[in-house]
């Protein structure tokens, strides 16, 4: 036996090389059950042959491992994984010490990339049920965030397999959406110590709220919140009143000057209402908005993240709007540069039966930087929430408000919801809603993955390239929305498109970037017309 295993050893590959290499039939190493395993030390396990096993139909390979899951999925009564089932099997093939380390280990080698079905087939099940068994949901952002990544790539690579049985995409991308929807809130967070793996699952398309079919509701209003600067920005803001503002039920810019003037007042210029916050909070008065900083040295110091005012302006707008601004259906803060489809925005509240007493909030909801601060909603898109969840934020900012936490100088990302200095608002606002445990509606992108709030301008607007890649989707962490478009869309090459600009122009609500006010006049004439 010690004789057979030394031969073994010397004409068969590694544990990396079982990531990367196909192997075929002639190279398989005749050993018995039970000196086979898995990843751990030489990779022993046989790809050979055409498996008589019913779940492998149409695979035109398999292993020992890709057998011993198939068995193991067959045992399965209900429609859930749970931990303890995987932890209960009688694994042989499986690693036994499946820790965090190994979890790691294997993302490390699942980034060699190879286009053979089944080697990837046993990359998407290792994950799957290693991360089952180490709890990778109690992990830290980063093992989250890599996990669901991997799995993601995977089930991209494996949409057009010819096998199935096993996990398919679909399963893996309904168990992301449901674990990304527990993952987006505080409290939940906590609930998914007990998250299993669902065994069946559909892309989910949103749809129509049924209860709203045949049913007639008050046209909702809507207030338009602008977090702005004068006088930089005239220019734009007379582009919205001439645009979009006049679709609003009342809009309002808010600034924060000194010397201070009046609290309240019209531009002349641009005919837009302007409420000063520096009259209301006292913080802005030592912090006002910075005159001369709009362009490429506003970058500079975003780099440094040392710049405006706009967390502290944004918070207290949203606390003034809440405790004493015009009631409202619906809040939305928007920048100066954003174009607002409000006509569409109100279609959408009907379609799916949003009403002033819901609690959900409505923007793009950003990734990119989860590991270190969550997910958030991207302000420059537009964030938009209902009036009860606007006086739910205002009261939870009602001591928050008036504790200017981190003097006048930012040093890093924000990492807590309070008066801090610096740009990101729009990730303060999310660190916020996780405290207020206020979600995302469902139905913030198409079917085809498509955002209804978007960062960027209408596509044949840009100046930029409208070509991508896979790791444009990747960065931006929209792998689930690349998922959806490989699907739905026939025609497209969808790794090649820049994920910014994959949008559909007849329905989107928000477009962003239009510095130029004619440039947003234009776009907001041309999408009128759609």
Not at 152 to 177: A, D
Not at 341 to 369: A, E, I, P
Request: proline letters at 5%; charged letters at 20%; hydrophobic letters at 35%.
């Amino acid at each position: 036996m010690l004789t057979l295993l030394r031969m073994c050893l010397l004409t068969t590959t590694t544990a990396l090389d079982c990531w990367t290499k196909d192997l075929t039939p002639d190279r398989c190493c005749p050993m018995n059950d039970d000196t086979h395993s898995c990843f751990g030390g030489p990779f022993t396990h046989r790809i050979c042959c055409t498996s008589p096993t019913p779940v492998l139909s149409g695979c035109s390979c398999t292993s020992f491992y890709l057998q011993e899951a198939a068995a193991f999925l067959l045992s399965i009564r209900g429609n859930y994984i749970s931990p303890a089932e995987v932890n209960g099997w009688d694994w042989k093939y499986h690693p036994t010490n499946c820790d965090s380390g190994s979890l790691r280990a294997a993302l490390a080698r699942a980034s060699k990339r190879t286009d053979d079905e089944c080697v990837n087939l046993e990359k998407l099940h290792y994950l799957v049920s290693c991360g089952l068994r180490t709890g990778w949901w109690l992990q830290d952002n980063l093992a989250i965030d890599e996990f669901w990544n991997e799995i993601m790539t995977l089930s991209i690579k494996l949409l057009s397999s010819t096998c199935h049985g096993l996990l398919s995409p679909q399963e893996v991308f309904h168990n992301y959406r449901r674990f990304q929807g527990t993952y987006l809130s505080n409290s939940e967070f906590w609930k998914s110590r007990s998250f299993e793996w669902q065994r069946s699952g559909s892309l989910e398309t949103p749809t129509s709220d049924p209860r709203c079919n045949g049913v007639t509701f008050r046209r909702p209003t809507v207030h338009c919140a602008v977090m702005g600067r004068l006088p930089e920005e005239i220019a734009l803001a007379r582009s919205i009143m001439q645009t979009w503002g006049r679709d609003c039920d009342s809009i309002q810019m808010y600034v924060a000057q000194v010397p201070m003037g009046a609290t309240t007042w019209q531009d002349r210029r641009s005919g837009i209402q302007v409420m000063n916050l520096a009259r209301r909070y006292p913080v802005l008065q030592r912090h006002p908005d910075q005159v001369g900083h709009f362009s490429g040295d506003l970058q500079f110091m975003k780099s440094k993240f040392q710049t405006t005012n706009l967390i502290r302006k944004t918070l207290a707008m949203w606390h003034w709007v809440g405790t004493q601004g015009p009631p409202s259906d619906f809040v939305c803060r928007l920048d100066p540069d954003t174009l607002f489809l409000v006509d569409r925005f109100r279609t959408y509240l009907h379609r799916h039966c949003l009403r002033k007493n819901s609690m959900v909030y409505l923007g793009q909801v950003l990734h990119y930087m989860q590991r270190h601060v969550g997910a958030f909603p991207d302000g420059g898109s537009g964030i938009c929430l209902p009036w009860k969840a606007t006086q739910k934020f205002a009261s939870l900012l009602e001591e928050r408000v008036h504790q200017y936490a981190g003097g006048d100088q930012a040093t890093g990302l924000p990492e807590s919801c309070q008066m801090l200095p610096g740009h990101f608002d729009d990730v303060v606002t999310g660190l916020c809603f996780q405290i207020m445990d206020l979600l995302p509606h469902h139905a913030l992108q198409s079917s085809s993955g498509q955002y209804l709030f978007n960062g960027d301008m209408v596509p044949q607007h840009t100046t930029g390239t409208l070509n991508g890649s896979f790791a444009n989707w990747s960065f931006f962490r929209r792998l689930h929305h690349l998922f959806q478009c490989e699907t739905h869309c026939e025609d497209c090459s969808c790794s090649s498109i820049n994920p910014e600009f994959w949008v559909d122009e007849k329905t989107a609500i928000t477009f962003h970037r239009y510095k130029n006010a004619t440039g947003m006049r234009l776009a907001y004439h041309q999408l009128r017309a759609l």
